[in-house]
């Protein structure tokens, strides 16, 4: 048996024993939170009464829903409420607010979750403090939750940090990294991402490239130039609709060097972008492996790295993020060479992309796995949001010139809700609208034509308390692959008209649709279950514990460790024995009984009710043959049962949650 090989098995046998051995940080931290909210230890936690598990603003409203399912996977569960409800003090027990829940549609059953319930309203409490809802006839409770002005100040660090997590070619190293979490750089090894090769002529040697940087796109480690679109804009729209809520405080790296540090995590990425860029002006599309990466950690794999070369999709991608990146880059003289490093580039990429015919198909999918490319439409739609940050940065005529002429042709206007679909599109139109420069028609026409949308009727905006049960209306057919991301951006579409002069007047039940989406994923859903990774510590009672991700997988070492030919055959020999250690339990895998868990933060894709046509076996119901709302299983395993179309994040569902939440951080 070679050393290596050897190595191996040792480490996989060491953290066999240690996933045995140590007590989980899950564990852990929720005897730690029944320490110190005795009087809520004394009551049962029932997930039949859903609150959001990290609180309220104070003047913020305040409704509790008590379920009852009829319908799904928990069904049949006949839950009656006790006749009065109180919210008491979680210290001392003490009852600060009573009343009687009400009935939601008078006990009709909602389709979308198959639960029947009712709401208890507690808006009238706003002493901060730590407090649970319960019934007392029943002696149950609600999660524990906070009310203060600053109540999602570190869940907004927790989700900004997914992306440092994401960061690749950067060691994680403590303090930045917890000790759980903590990886060399991966990547950086021979015929890696610092030599990258061209897959339409792999052994060229002139075509090597240094691509190392960037980030890892979803639950793979690849990386993609059109994917980076949303994730790169949504956090610049975020920072800009609302920088007080980024600070330099995030404990990364850069963190105190007078930078957002959101600011400073969008730099790792567009570092990496000016990576794929041409001379031309044109830009490579996407950097990975060319089978499934079981990497964990990342640094693990070892197997060689190509790139897919220059395509229109790519160079307008980077012509749009360049230019939105150099126009709040420059708001800091630190960046001020930065920001005309970009403008250069994304001038070039303009130029690049107007001077010849549109490419399609560049993406062959040999190098795995989403296919990167983009069709005319989405082309189009790009070249929208490039000229919208090109016009802002430099105020050429030419730039407006070519919006007046094709605005049309982005996704609101093929579309409804604006900006739930290809949100950088309707935030783009949105921004050119704050300009001060922005011509005077165009602009009207594009608050006009947003105004009609909000107007519509077409249930994407305002709040309507009876439209839902857990009072975060999405229509049916959003809850597909993705789903969390899409209910981001209903909420974000809705933050819009808060955020622009779109002369829709009262703005409050906008703002109140944004801030029920936020509950809802904060734990106001018929699971009872944050959609974030392992917050027990930020103060969630049931967060995601398991997400389909080449890091945070269930197993160690299956398909990660890297055995030559005569390892092969000795483990074909020995199967039995190796194949056993070589697919050790992960210390990452499950933040319920693994001794880490995923890392803090991360937003899966959510609800899936076509999760059995996206490749999951209609045998596992859940997420499979359940009401669209419970259409989520919190599990990991790969093929096949095909995990990654319910679990898996990336870093655009994450982009659009830190937007929605952000918007509520003072």
């Not at 130029?351 to 010849?356: L, P, Q």
């Not at 990774?533 to 890091?551: D, L, R």
Request: charged letters at 20%; hydrophobic letters at 40%.
């Amino acid at each position: 048996m070679s050393e290596r090989l050897a190595a191996v098995l040792c480490a996989a046998l060491l953290m066999a024993t240690a996933a045995c051995s140590n007590d989980s940080t899950e564990s852990s931290r929720r005897r730690a939170k029944a320490a110190e909210f005795p009087a809520a230890s004394r009551l049962t936690l029932s997930p039949n009464i859903v609150v959001d598990q990290f609180g309220y603003r104070p003047a913020d409203a305040k409704v509790a829903v008590i379920r009852s399912a009829v319908r799904g996977y928990d069904a049949p569960d006949a839950f009656m409420p006790g006749p009065i409800y109180e919210v008491r003090r979680a210290g001392d027990g003490q009852v600060v607010f009573s009343g009687a829940p009400v009935a939601w549609r008078d006990g009709a059953v909602e389709s979308s979750s198959g639960d029947r319930g009712w709401r208890f309203d507690y808006s009238a409490l706003t002493v901060p403090g730590d407090y649970f809802v319960a019934d007392a006839r029943q002696q149950l409770r609600s999660a524990t939750f906070r009310i203060d002005p600053h109540v999602y100040r570190d869940v907004l660090k927790a989700a900004t940090r997914m992306f440092f997590y994401q960061r690749s070619g950067f060691a994680k190293t403590e303090p930045y990294a917890e000790a759980c979490w903590t990886d060399v750089a991966a990547y950086l090894g021979r015929n890696q991402d610092s030599e990258a090769r061209d897959i339409t002529d792999p052994n060229n040697p002139a075509k090597v490239r240094d691509l190392s940087g960037g980030w890892f796109d979803a639950g793979d480690t690849n990386k993609y130039v059109t994917k980076a679109v949303p994730a790169v804009h949504q956090l610049l729209t975020a920072y800009e609709e609302n920088p007080g809520a980024f600070t330099d405080d995030f404990n990364i790296p850069e963190s105190g060097n007078g930078i957002p540090d959101v600011l400073d995590e969008i730099k790792w990425e567009t570092d990496w972008l000016k990576k794929m860029q041409y001379r031309d002006g044109s830009a490579a599309l996407k950097v990975g492996d060319l089978g499934d990466a079981k990497a964990s950690p990342p640094s693990s794999d070892a197997s060689p790295r190509y790139y897919v070369p220059s395509c229109t999709s790519g160079t307008i991608a980077v012509a749009g993020m360049f230019a939105h990146a150099a126009y709040d880059f420059g708001k800091f003289p630190p960046l001020g060479e930065e920001a005309a490093e970009l403008r250069a580039r994304a001038v070039a990429a303009w130029r690049n992309f107007g001077s010849k015919p549109a490419q399609f198909h560049c993406d062959s999918n040999v190098v795995r796995s989403g296919n990167a490319d983009w069709d005319q439409r989405a082309q189009n739609g790009a070249a929208v949001v490039a000229a919208v940050y090109l016009f802002a940065l430099t105020g050429d005529a030419s730039y407006e010139e070519y919006l007046k002429a094709h605005y049309r042709e982005s996704r609101p206007y093929f579309d409804f809700g604006w900006t739930r679909y290809d949100a950088e599109q309707g935030d783009a139109l949105m921004f050119y609208t704050g300009l001060a420069d922005a011509d005077a028609e165009l602009k009207a026409r594009i608050l006009a034509d947003k105004r009609a949308d909000a107007m519509s009727g077409n249930g994407v905006y305002g709040f309507d308390a009876g439209a839902d049960l857990y009072r975060a209306f999405l229509h049916d057919p959003q809850y597909h692959w993705g789903s969390n991301q899409v209910r981001a951006n209903y909420a974000n579409s809705n933050l819009e008209l808060v955020a622009h002069d779109v002369g829709v007047g009262d703005t409050a039940p906008y703002s109140a649709r944004a801030l029920e989406m936020l509950h809802y994923f904060h734990g106001v859903n018929p699971l009872d279950l944050v959609y974030l990774t392992n917050m027990s510590s930020y103060g969630a009672a049931a967060s995601a514990n398991e997400i389909f991700h080449a890091w945070y997988g269930r197993f160690t070492f299956r398909g990660a460790a890297r055995i030559d030919a005569m390892e092969h055959r000795l483990r074909m020999d020995k199967n039995a024995t190796l194949d056993r250690w070589l697919s050790v339990k992960s210390k990452w895998s499950d933040a319920r009984t693994s001794s880490c868990g995923p890392a803090p933060g991360y937003v899966p894709g959510g609800p899936n009710a076509n999760a059995a046509e996206n490749g999951v076996p209609r045998s596992i119901s859940p997420p499979t043959g359940q009401p669209p709302q419970k259409s989520y299983k919190d599990w990991n395993v790969d093929w096949p049962d095909a995990s990654w179309a319910v679990t898996e994040p990336a870093i655009y569902y994450q982009s659009a949650y830190v937007r929605l939440l952000s918007a509520f951080v003072q």
